[in-house]
């Protein structure tokens, strides 16, 4: 079956419990705890996803993470982008260093038109609708 890695899904969970960015920030302990994300992980690929500009931090003794912007206008692909770059989108699935267009392998077709239609997905789903799905919105 295939899924997304493990560094997505943490950072898609754990940002699915950040406030928005008119919140109140939260430590990321906290989120950690919340999310089930464990924060050794989450402290490594938190600058990540503040570089990209998908959480803001707060500096100070009140302050934490929070969303960089509304989760209606974040991607699951800019948050996939943001911890992982685009390296699950140009990996062989049988994981030949050699494949690509003018060198395929037997599952080149198929994997290609598979990574289209996970990227048009990934692209199309808001962490908006991740947090709706977990019952987290009113």
């Known amino acids: 079956m ?3 890695s493990k560094t ?3 950072a898609i969970q754990a940002m699915s419990h950040l406030e928005k960015p008119d919140g109140q920030p939260a430590t990321l302990r906290s989120i950690a705890s919340r ?3 464990p924060y050794p992980y989450l402290a490594r690929r938190m600058p990540d996803l503040v570089a990209a500009g998908l959480v803001r931090s707060v500096r100070g003794k009140c302050g934490g993470v929070l969303l960089g912007r509304p989760p209606e206008t974040i991607t699951l692909l800019e948050i996939s982008e943001a911890v992982e ?4 989108l140009g990996r062989c699935l049988l994981g030949l260093t050699a494949c690509s267009d003018e060198r395929a392998c037997p599952s080149h077709a198929f994997w290609k038109g598979a990574r289209h239609q996970i990227e048009s997905t990934l692209r199309n789903t808001t962490l908006a609708d991740v ?4 019952g987290k919105l009113p």
């Open 8 to 10: 997505t899904g943490y």
């Open 85 to 88: 770059a685009r390296q699950w």
């Open 2 to 4: 295939l899924s997304l």
């Open 35 to 37: 999310a089930r994300v």
């Open 131 to 134: 947090i709706a799905h977990e």
